[in-house]
């Protein structure tokens, strides 16, 4: 059974970023999501690279290819809780930097909304 449980972060407006994102990729894409995200519930901040990559404080990303195409999904923990903040198709080898943005103000947006309940 799957230790920690994944949330698709809300935005103020009631959208859902992230699942639009994966609702648009094809089946295949969604499979190969999917299965990523069932080994991040099970093993957390344990879930090693190819599958998952820190990339600042409480930030990390996961990783999955289909079709020749980079997909990343950044998310953050809340306790036993992962919040997925922000996904992309990566089509260069650096991270952009307005993409690393977007996850961070959006996990900050979490987190203070958070806070105010």
Same mark, same amino acid.
């Given at each position: 059974?799957? /230790?920690?449980?994944?949330?698709?972060?809300?935005?103020?407006? %009631?959208? $859902? =970023? &992230? /699942? /639009?994102?994966?609702?648009?990729?094809?089946?295949?894409?969604? +499979?190969?999501?999917?299965?990523?995200? $069932?080994?991040?519930? @099970?093993? %957390? =901040?344990?879930?090693?690279? =190819?599958?998952?990559?820190?990339?600042?404080?409480?930030?990390? /990303?996961? +990783?999955?290819? $289909?079709? %020749?195409?980079?997909?990343?999904?950044?998310?953050?923990?809340? %306790?036993?809780?992962?919040?997925? &903040?922000?996904?992309?198709?990566?089509?260069?080898?650096?991270? =952009? &930097?307005? @993409?690393?943005? &977007?996850?961070? @103000? +959006?996990?900050?947006?979490?987190?203070?909304?958070? +806070?105010?309940?």
């Amino acid at each position: 059974m799957a /230790e920690y449980t994944t949330y698709y972060l809300q935005t103020e407006r %009631g959208q $859902s =970023p &992230v /699942e /639009e994102f994966i609702d648009e990729l094809d089946q295949a894409a969604q +499979r190969k999501f999917f299965f990523k995200r $069932s080994l991040l519930e @099970e093993f %957390g =901040p344990r879930l090693p690279q =190819p599958h998952a990559k820190h990339l600042a404080e409480n930030l990390y /990303e996961l +990783r999955l290819e $289909s079709h %020749g195409v980079q997909i990343r999904v950044f998310y953050c923990f809340d %306790g036993k809780r992962i919040i997925l &903040v922000h996904a992309m198709k990566k089509k260069t080898q650096q991270l =952009p &930097v307005r @993409e690393l943005a &977007v996850a961070i @103000e +959006r996990k900050r947006a979490y987190f203070a909304s958070t +806070r105010d309940h």
